[in-house]
């Protein structure tokens, strides 16, 4: 299986995403650290030039990077706050974002979210700009300081451009993907260049499946060459693990022989976009666990960031006080039960579009999944589908709403669903929603934050196996949470808190943030669905 190696120290060429092979061209996209070199650094490391550290890193050069750098190496006092700020404004565009989501105020947040679509999509790219890997269809960000498309967010968006009748923009973005998979072999997490080392939530296969199901302009078979280029990325390395060398990348063989999929990222190194946080965690992680390493600890938190929930004490191990820290992050030690759910689904869908040989194959890759699934992830005690820690060989000490996937998915077996659904309204049904995990650690992943992403992958687990009840109760509290919300601020925001209405969602590294794609999405679709009783 052919490997696919992030390039540090060599230019990267990409091919424009799904550009007519008439007039594709190849453009030079580096990281920030490459772009850059010094005056990446020298930004990055200070907390007093912007206090979000991806704002740089989305700034817009100007004019030609070789006469910045060569001016920037004739700057003198760049310690100087000042000096260094004016050398910016004057060489870069330093991105804003609240014009992107400054609409007139509507009766309702459906109608505001109708006209947020407008404001939310950008056209097609020209060319690589700064950081931003271009894109030959339009699309739809989330807003605020995101200002390039997610892979994971995206299907979600999709839901309400969708119910929106939006059709045209639905299959522009999925070209966009399917071009960035046929080009470099994978959709990274955003279309930034800083997002080359990692992918998310593999979520691709819904989005095929979706734009199939609408009888849209293309059938199954033309993206079946696609889907299985995603799974190769997913099993990259299956085939060189053994008892001795267990992982490799995204792979990881467990005690029995059986192998299962975890989250990776190909670099060791701070995230660009977060450069100072992880310098921070990483020298808290080391001063409280000496014998960690620093690659390690860094290798751990581009990991969580591939899974989308950055940062969750889905990650963390459980200290002697019983209390969870993100010093103790180790994602790359945990079989997800998210990400297997999602490549079950994958493996189905491959199956479905392949020929009675080949279908049967991939048929029994989907059911030996879905049987590990159950063998790992499924706790006893508990009652409910829970994320695997391979070196403890034990499942974590986390529920979250991951957990429902194996709902969302089919994979459960009718006891199963039950009782994961009385866990549900038992645990993590609050006033607004349900919440993402039981633990208040002050990440945004967990209590009390609700996510629209998660709201729906409950409420649909949930219908799959009759649990309407509890399924409409969550849905209608999410959905009027999310209006009392925008009636009191003309916001939709990336998260909620669903346990204390009169606070906003917040934790982790940046403000809540405004726009928001897969808040729009879900709400479009749970409002429909509540309204209708479909799904």
């Keep these: 299986m052919k490997k696919f190696r992030f390039l540090t120290l060599l230019t990267f060429l990409l091919f424009v995403a799904c550009q007519p092979a008439e007039t594709s061209r190849s453009v030079q996209v580096l990281p920030p650290e490459e772009l850059y070199g010094d005056l990446f650094y020298d930004v990055q490391s ?3 030039l912007f206090p979000d550290s991806k704002t740089f890193v989305d700034c817009l ?32 565009v330093i991105p804003g974002y609240e014009e992107e989501v400054d609409v007139e105020k509507s009766n309702s947040a459906g109608e505001h979210i109708q006209k947020l679509w407008d404001k939310l999509s950008r056209p097609a790219d020209i060319a690589a700009t700064g950081t931003l890997i271009p894109l030959a269809n339009p699309y739809v960000v989330p807003g605020g300081r995101f200002r390039e498309v997610y892979y994971w967010d995206s299907y979600f968006t999709m839901l309400g451009l969708q119910v929106d009748g939006e059709v045209e923009l639905i299959d522009n973005v999925l070209e966009n993907f399917s071009g960035l998979i046929d080009s470099i072999g994978f959709i990274p997490n955003g279309n930034r260049t800083y997002y080359l080392s990692r992918s998310q939530p593999p979520f691709y296969s819904l989005m095929v499946d979706l734009h199939v199901s609408e009888n849209q302009t293309r ?6 060459p696609i889907l299985k280029k995603e799974y190769d990325f997913w099993m990259d390395g299956a085939d060189d693990v053994d008892a001795s060398n267990p992982t490799n990348r995204r792979v990881v063989r467990l005690a029995e022989g059986e192998v299962l999929n975890r989250y990776w990222d190909d670099r060791d190194a701070p995230r660009a976009e977060s450069y100072r946080e992880d310098v921070e965690t990483v020298e808290e992680a080391l001063e409280k666990f000496p014998e960690r390493t620093a690659s390690e600890v860094y290798r751990h938190l581009r990991a969580a960031a591939e899974s989308g929930w950055d940062f969750s004490t889905r990650w963390f191990d459980i200290e002697e006080d019983g209390k969870f820290d993100l010093s103790s992050i180790h994602t790359t030690d945990i079989i997800p039960v998210d990400l297997n759910s999602l490549l079950y689904h994958l493996e189905k869908l491959i199956a479905k579009g392949s020929a009675a040989e080949e279908a049967a194959n991939w048929n029994a890759k989907a059911a030996q999944r879905m049987a590990l699934i159950k063998k790992y992830c499924w706790s006893e005690p508990e009652n409910f589908f829970m994320d695997y820690d ?6 974590t000490p986390v529920k979250s709403l991951a957990g429902l996937y194996p709902l969302f998915f089919e994979i459960a077996d009718e006891d199963q669903a039950a009782m994961v659904a009385t866990t549900v309204k038992d ?39 009759n ?17 009392k919300v925008f009636q009191n601020t003309n916001k939709m925001t990336e998260k909620y808190n669903v346990v204390d209405l009169t606070l906003d969602g917040g934790g982790g590294e940046y403000p809540n ?23």
């Design 46 to 48: 200070r907390d007093d």
């Design 427 to 465: 645990l993590f049904l609050q006033p607004g929603g349900v919440v993402s995990t039981l633990n208040a650690s002050g990440q945004q992943w967990d209590y009390p934050n609700g996510w629209a992403p998660l709201q729906w992958i409950t409420v649909k687990g949930l219908r799959n196996y």
């Design 219 to 224: 059938d199954l078979a033309y993206y079946l």
């Design 467 to 483: 649990q309407t009840e509890l399924a409409g109760d969550i849905a209608n509290r999410w959905v009027e949470l999310n209006e």
């Design 390 to 395: 391979y070196k403890k060989q034990a499942v």
């Design 61 to 92: 050069p100007n004019k030609e990077l070789s006469v910045i750098l060569e001016a920037y190496e004739l700057v003198e006092n760049r310690a100087d706050k000042d000096v260094l700020f004016g050398f910016i404004q004057e060489h870069f």
């Design 513 to 535: 943030q405004d726009g928001f794609g897969w808040t729009n999405g879900v709400f479009q679709k749970l409002s429909e669905s509540t309204t209708t009783n479909e799904d």
